[in-house]
């Protein structure tokens, strides 16, 4: 199987398709591929955001390292969060790997971070793909892991708590290290609201015809 299958299956919702997928030979490199597909299409809208913020080119590709790396972190959050949720609620104990691919699966709408980079539209079309991501993730329990409807919504919404407890709590410093850590790579603290970037530089263009 290949990723360009997957993804046809994906937007197709090919089920038969997408099972196969789970049994793969090559399942761990496709939900690789898919992971890195949607840490690419970030990276894209990213690039965006420090064009806008005048990032130096040495800076500005560490800054996309950086954010790389944070992205692997929050995806293999999501996995554990999940699994817990599933052991913990219907004593799941299957393995891992399900888990694994059923969450890089979820992970395809992100494909499409890129539009992240349009003005004015970026921050509502990101907050829909996280949606999106958020649906799949209960339909893919649903429908390749056996779990009842409720019991999926339950399990998708304690895993994304737990996500938010171990930011607050154990990831705390680790989110305080990425944003220093982020700063000092870029050489600044970084704007990422793209329309306050527009507005700023369109003020700043005004005055300097004013003089």
């Known amino acids: 199987m ?11 919702w090919n089920v038969e398709a997408l099972r196969v997928f789970f049994v793969a030979p090559n399942a761990r490199l496709l939900t690789l591929q898919i992971v890195l597909l949607a840490v690419l299409s970030a990276a894209v809208g990213q690039s965006i955001v420090l064009f806008a913020n005048q990032i130096r080119p040495r800076r500005f590709i560490f800054s996309l390292l950086l954010s790389t790396v944070v992205f692997l972190v929050g995806y293999l959050a999501w996995v554990l969060s999940l699994w817990l949720a599933l052991r913990l609620f219907f004593n799941y104990a299957d393995s891992l790997d399900a888990i694994l691919y059923g969450v890089g699966l979820s992970y395809l709408p992100l494909m499409f971070g890129f539009l992240a980079l349009l003005p004015y539209l970026g921050n509502p079309i990101t907050a829909l793909l996280y949606l999106w991501t958020f649906l799949t993730l209960i339909r893919m329990q649903i429908v390749f892991l056996g779990i009842p409807d409720w019991g999926a919504l339950l399990c998708a919404a304690t895993g994304g708590v737990l996500v938010l407890v171990m930011r ?4 705390r410093p680790v989110l305080w290290l990425h944003g220093w850590l982020q700063s000092k790579v870029a050489g600044r603290r970084l704007q990422f609201d793209l329309d306050t970037l527009y507005r700023a530089r369109r003020q700043r263009t005004g005055r300097y015809r004013d003089r």
């Open 2 to 12: 290949t990723l360009f299958n997957v993804i046809y299956a994906f937007l197709n």
């Open 168 to 171: 607050a709590t154990i990831g």
